[in-house]
């Protein structure tokens, strides 16, 4: 494989939480396959921070474990773990209290690295963590900040984080992460879009008749059950996530690849959104696993919260207000427990005028879907003549386009969503970060949606394990003449 890594500049990376799940799990592992890669310079050092008691090595043999467990094949395959870690440090600190705030000073001063300091905790300790980086001195202007989702919980929340983070930061210093915004074929759909004359003439109204997202999960709540009950698919997929593809799918073309002018693109789409009204919306709630309920529990059961109303499957219709998609409708759904695990969006173009074939030929319609997991590619529905005798006869054939495929997969290095967004933290590139105005339009857009529901007490309608979700959600398009892509997987045709 040849090599394109460019190394970054030097830099320090003190990861708050440096102990937790997400450290361990995604943060950790990806830098460690960045410094594999040849990315990371050699006098560049990771700080872990957190309130376990741990000194430097201790810390060193947590993060071995981790990406051990962690870190896939290409960890594996790499055999350098020894030096990564000696590039390890670790600061036993309180977010809150004084208590280690000291030590972490002389360890970040006396150097001109780029600093970066990721909020790998609660939210609710990102005022905590700001102020006493500036308390101390490391809040100037070389500090970057990184902060994970959930970014409040509604627009007064946001609003109020945004407020406390702009005291300590100038905007230029605060990334925002979704990582959603670092998969490859999220990035793959402004190249598609942008760099081909094909697609950009026909992606409006007048020749998309729909275009569906769907963020479709196999695995219930798990260990999240306390978190999720608290938030829902509304709060913890549709306002991120969903509403960060609908974006890109639907945003003018910027002016130029660069952080403001992408994000100012995608929030005047936020911005067009119309307010989705009740009939428009489908709240679920997962159902136990019939025969093996023990194993798969309910919703509620796996909440422990008997009488929740909190929604783990939400569909629902919107339009965005503008010259370019006026009338075309955007249909949303995210869920757990579903029949597959697929991230797709798919736009759905419209009948050809008048079919020169007659009736009898059938009418199809061209369908773009873009993949983004699992298999990530794109496919073209393209109508052709059914092969053979008989006349004519329309059939639909997906031109099928798998990156993995298309593209030798030798000649591919495969580049996790978190390890791409935090090279681009020391880059200094925030193109693929939310910015604070984009995050405070998605919140003023979903507030009155579930502020509706919770004025109505709707209660979410059961749907069973492994099944497309509430049998409403597929309402919702059948009454308007369409329907979503299935998710259920095909079986194989026989001798396949
Ligand atoms: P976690 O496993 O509970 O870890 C929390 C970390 O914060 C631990 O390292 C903990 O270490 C540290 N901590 C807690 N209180 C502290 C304090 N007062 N001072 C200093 N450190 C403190 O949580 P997580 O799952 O890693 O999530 C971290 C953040 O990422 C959250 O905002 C979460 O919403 C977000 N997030 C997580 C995931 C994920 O997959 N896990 C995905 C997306 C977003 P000590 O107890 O040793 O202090």
Redesign the pocket.
């Known amino acids: 494989m040849v090599s394109r890594v460019i190394p970054v500049d030097l830099f320090d990376l003190v990861i708050?939480?440096?102990?937790?799940?997400?450290?361990r799990?995604?943060i950790l592992p990806g830098l460690y396959r960045r410094f594999c890669a040849g990315q990371m310079p050699p006098q560049a050092r990771v700080i872990g921070?957190?309130?376990?008691e741990l000194d430097s090595e201790g810390y060193r043999t947590l993060v071995r474990e981790a990406i051990e467990e962690f870190g896939g094949e290409e960890a594996k395959a790499c055999d350098s773990l020894d030096a990564f870690l000696a590039q390890l440090e670790y600061v036993t600190?309180?977010?809150?209290g004084e208590g280690g705030w000291k030590e972490l000073q002389s360890l970040m001063s006396g150097t001109d690295h780029i600093e970066a300091y990721y909020f790998?905790?609660?939210?609710s300790?990102f005022g905590d963590i700001a102020e006493r980086l500036q308390k101390w001195g490391m809040a100037d202007e070389r500090a970057r900040i990184v902060v994970?989702?959930?970014f409040g919980r509604d627009l007064e929340t946001a609003r109020a984080l945004n407020k406390t983070l702009a005291t300590y930061f100038n905007e230029d210093q605060i990334y925002r992460i979704d990582?959603y915004l670092g998969k490859e074929t999220v990035q793959n759909l402004m190249a598609v879009r942008f760099g081909n004359m094909l697609f950009e003439p026909l992606w409006n109204s007048q020749y998309v008749d729909h275009i569906q997202i769907t963020v479709a999960e196999t695995v219930g709540v798990g260990g999240r059950g306390e978190?999720y009950d608290k938030s829902g698919a509304m709060r913890d997929m549709v306002q991120n996530h969903l509403m960060q593809l609908l974006c890109l799918i639907a945003m003018e073309p910027p002016a130029r690849f660069d952080p403001d002018a992408v994000r100012d693109e995608k929030l005047k789409v936020i911005r067009a959104l119309d307010p989705v009204p009740a009939y428009h919306i489908v709240r679920g709630q997962y159902q136990a696993e019939a025969c093996n309920e023990a194993d798969n529990p309910g919703y509620r059961t796996a909440v422990d919260n008997p009488r929740s109303r909190t929604e783990s499957f939400i569909a629902l219709r919107t339009q965005i207000s503008n010259w370019r998609w006026a009338g075309t409708p955007f249909y949303l759904r995210t869920g757990k427990r579903l029949a597959d695990r697929a991230s797709e969006i798919t736009v759905v173009f419209k009948d050809t005028p008048h079919s020169i074939f007659g009736e009898d030929a059938g009418r199809h319609r061209n369908v773009l879907s873009i993949r983004l997991q699992p298999n990530e590619g794109i496919t073209l529905g393209v109508t052709i003549k059914e092969p053979g005798p008989g006349g004519m006869r329309l059939i639909d054939v997906p031109l099928d386009m798998s990156f993995a495929d298309a593209l030798k997969e030798d000649d591919v290095e495969h580049v996790d969503a978190y390890e791409r967004l935090i090279m681009d933290v020391i880059r200094g590139n925030q193109t693929l970060f939310m910015r604070g105005d984009e995050v405070e339009a998605a919140w003023a857009w979903t507030d009155p949606i579930i502020q509706g529901w919770e004025a109505r007490n709707d209660v979410p309608k059961p749907y069973d394990h492994g099944s497309e979700g509430p049998t409403d959600a597929v309402e919702l398009l059948r009454r308007e003449g369409r329907a979503w892509r299935s998710l259920t997987p095909k079986t194989p045709k026989r001798g396949a």
């Open positions: 708050f939480g440096g102990t937790g799940d997400l450290a799990r995604k921070a957190a309130r376990s600190i309180d977010a809150r790998s905790v609660a939210p300790l994970e989702k959930p990582h978190y």
